[in-house]
């Protein structure tokens, strides 16, 4: 085969905010499937937040990238090659294989996918890990009750769009929280939101507070910064916070400035019973079947809708990357690879 392997590379660990710098797009030869594992040809791949936080050094839940290492990340893949018996060529498969064309893989670690089923990409989102983040999330930890109040940020991307659509199936009240007018129009109109806020406005805590007139019952927290410092005050007696992400946190580069304020946050768990528990989606696993089976039905039904932001070929992902940080997409963000081929030719 004459065909090579395009990469996007970690160039450099980013000072904050990552620049286009900090990648580097890098040619390979097609590498070479062993027993038990199979050659992919990438047909999307996912760009997710927590990205940000495997191109640093620091301390995490998981292994950085290392610099000159291909950057890592969630992808559909189409089968070219296979040398694991339970996969054909032409099958389409789920893997973990990061920001390139071609990979090889273990047969153990794939998912094989229907296309029949749903568009493949949203094995990347609403049927892939964001939505299992949310269902999980929300029910696990957010325990939301008919009637209750539902807050979520980053109301229109594809964690917080599966949360408030999931509280609203339950009977609770889902109030968005979103970057600018024609997000928030989504989130309402089409999503089928109570009550959205968009968070750029200047008088964003008060018209928050507005939107929330029985107080908040379950704050899914998706972006932590000012947000969070205006969800805070509502929240009710014993109201549950899910702490996803904190995506307006994830570009800082040292403690953020002024007083403690963690003794005044801890007098209010206290005095209110907040229950505030973080997770990693992959802590209920176990919950994986249950979920596949439930959001396919609600997606079959109508109750769960979802947006995806496409974004064409390998290269445009640094600065789709970089844009996800500062709110510049509208939906969940995926790069569309390559083409799935009908046939085996391939
Ligand atoms: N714990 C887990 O296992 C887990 C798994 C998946 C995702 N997450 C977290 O869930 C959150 C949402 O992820 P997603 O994949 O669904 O992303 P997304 O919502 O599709 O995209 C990110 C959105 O975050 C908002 N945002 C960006 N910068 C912001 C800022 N400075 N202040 C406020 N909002 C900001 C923007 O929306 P607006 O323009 O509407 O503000 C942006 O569109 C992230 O924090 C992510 O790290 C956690």
Request: proline fraction near 7%; glycine fraction near 12%; hydrophobic fraction near 40%.
């Amino acid at each position: 085969m004459t065909q090579t392997n395009r990469r996007i590379l970690l160039a450099q660990r980013p000072n904050g905010k990552p620049r286009l710098e900090d990648f580097k797009l890098d040619e390979a030869p097609l590498p070479e499937p062993q027993d038990g594992q199979v050659l992919l040809k990438i047909l999307y791949l996912s760009l997710d937040p927590y990205m940000r936080g495997r191109m640093s050094a620091g301390k995490s839940y998981a292994k950085p990238v290392g610099i000159g290492e291909v950057m890592e990340g969630g992808t559909v893949g189409q089968i070219i090659a296979s040398r694991h018996p339970a996969f054909s060529p032409g099958d389409i498969v789920l893997s973990h294989s990061g920001w390139q064309s071609f990979a090889v893989a273990d047969g153990a670690s794939l998912r094989k996918l229907d296309p029949a089923a749903a568009p493949v990409s949203t094995a990347l989102g609403v049927l892939g890990m964001p939505g299992f983040t949310a269902y999980a999330g929300l029910l696990t930890i957010g325990q939301p009750k008919p009637g209750e109040t539902v807050v979520v940020a980053a109301a229109s991307g594809a964690v917080g769009s599966a949360v408030g659509q999931i509280a609203k199936i339950v009977g609770a009240r889902a109030v968005g929280i979103a970057g600018g007018a024609q997000k928030c129009a989504f989130v309402r109109d089409q999503l089928g939101f109570d009550a959205v806020v968009d968070h750029h406005t200047s008088d964003f805590p008060s018209q928050l507070r507005a939107a929330c007139p029985q107080g908040v019952d379950v704050y899914f927290e998706n972006v932590g910064g000012p947000v969070w410092d205006a969800v805070f005050p509502l929240l009710n007696d014993f109201a549950r916070v899910p702490v996803c992400g904190l995506i307006a946190q994830y570009n800082d580069t040292g403690r953020p400035a002024g007083p403690d304020r963690l003794p005044h946050l801890m007098r209010d768990v206290l005095s209110r019973s907040l229950l505030i528990r973080g997770f990693i989606q992959r802590e209920f696993a176990d919950q994986r079947p249950a979920f596949y089976t439930q959001m396919a039905a609600w997606i079959a039904s109508g109750q769960v809708q979802y947006r995806e932001d496409v974004v064409d070929g390998l290269d445009a992902a640094p600065e789709a990357f970089i844009g996800l940080l500062e709110g510049r997409n509208f939906g969940k963000l995926v790069v569309h690879v390559a083409d799935h081929a009908e046939d085996e030719g391939l």
